[in-house]
């Protein structure tokens, strides 16, 4: 019997059956009374969620519009942006900028840290930058940045749009808007919130909103927040047709995190990703990510010596888990794990037993339902 693929790529991620269905229903048109109704309680539901004063906006793309679209609306050829890095998708700011006109700084740490918040703050005061970016967790290095931490501190730069890329983050890391002085907010739907990819989905406070407004005319057209935002208040209106069955699926997903609660839907991501970090470890790989700093939604593991990463993750698929390669100088040394999103128990211990299965036919010594039993342990004991 063929054996079932389980998707544990750190996204898109599994998407549950009552979210699939949302996709199936029947499309209508967009000025359906009962789906702008839907889409109007949706965009509520996200901006109470995220406790985003400003406005939400929910708009077919992808993660990598969602970076687009903040730098668009906040900025503008010639002015100066400070981008934070911890991995290969804080770099994608550098060619995002570079195409725009704008002088970016960049800052990064060694990939599995983070940049210091100190360090950060002296390099705000070399000059005036009209935004800074920091991605909350960069998929290639499994590390979670300070954002709340890093919010905090810029209260003494209040000309700076503190952008942060939540793709990886958002409905899985704890984020609060207003709270955590973020100005932008970006992810997409295919990573913690579970749906299929599609939409991206970017919260703004008043004063990107006022940034917005002092530029003028901008050069973009289809990411411009001045088209957007008649619809987002007024979800009767029209700018482009909205991905009726996407939207359906979000509030489907949005339904299932407020039944969970949000701080309870932070906490067991949390608790997943230690459990499947000690497992991993246990098994004798080294999560890249150090400690104090690592991501809940997704691990990071660096292969032990002599597994060959090719064979392993096609046992690994053929056991019936997928999942991702590194990236950059860490290509063919690790694997990604994702670990966000709807998973369960049964998903939990499923992987790690796959992974030892898959670390056994590859040859390499490994104490069989050591990892699995590490994952109990930590199911049983929180």
């Known amino acids: 019997m063929k054996t079932r693929k389980l998707l544990m790529i750190p996204g898109p991620t599994p998407v549950a059956r009552s979210i699939q269905e949302q996709m199936g229903r029947e499309t209508v048109a967009f000025g359906d009374p009962a789906f702008v109704k839907d889409f109007k309680e949706l965009l509520e539901d996200l901006k109470s969620l995220f406790n985003c004063s400003g406005e939400v906006f929910v708009v077919a793309g992808t993660g990598t519009m969602g ?71 960069d998929t290639s290095t499994g590390v979670c940045a300070p954002v709340a931490e890093i919010g905090k501190m810029m209260k003494e730069f209040p000309e700076t749009i503190y952008i942060v890329d939540g793709v990886c983050a958002t409905a899985g890391e704890p984020e609060d808007v207003d709270a955590m002085g973020i100005d932008i907010l970006f992810t997409g739907s295919q990573k913690a919130f579970g749906v299929a990819p599609g939409l991206t989905m970017l919260w ?33 209106k029209y700018f482009a047709t909205p991905a009726i069955n996407m939207i359906w699926a979000l509030k489907e997903s949005v339904r299932i995190i407020k039944e969970e609660g949000i701080e309870n839907r932070y906490a067991r991501h949390r608790k997943t990703g230690t459990a499947m970090q000690a497992a991993l470890e246990a098994l004798g790989f080294r999560i890249l990510a150090k400690e104090g700093c690592r991501a809940a939604t997704l691990s990071n593991p660096v292969y032990p010596e002599g ?76």
């Open 67 to 137: 970076m687009e679209m903040a730098i668009a609306n906040t900025t503008k050829a010639g002015d100066n942006v400070l981008i934070v890095s911890h991995g290969f998708f804080g770099d994608r700011f550098i060619d995002l900028c570079s195409r725009k006109g704008l002088n970016a700084d960049v800052i990064s740490s060694e990939w599995g840290e983070t940049v210091p918040v100190e360090k950060i703050k002296e390099k705000l005061k070399e000059k005036k930058y009209a935004a800074m970016t920091v991605t909350h967790v």
């Open 204 to 236: 703004a406070s008043g004063k990107a909103l006022e940034r917005r407004k002092s530029l003028g005319s901008i050069p973009e057209f289809y990411i411009d927040f001045e088209k957007w935002l008649p619809v987002m208040k007024d979800t009767a």
């Open 307 to 382: 597994v060959d990463d090719a064979k392993f993750r096609g046992l690994l698929a053929e056991e019936g888990i997928m999942v991702a390669g590194g990236l950059a100088a860490y290509a063919g040394r690790m694997f990604r794990l994702g670990h966000m999103g709807n998973i369960d128990k049964h998903d939990m211990i499923s992987v790690i037993a796959a992974v030892e299965r898959a670390l056994y036919r590859a040859g390499m010594p490994v104490e069989l339902g050591k990892g699995v039993g590490v994952v109990q342990q930590h199911l049983i004991d929180s």
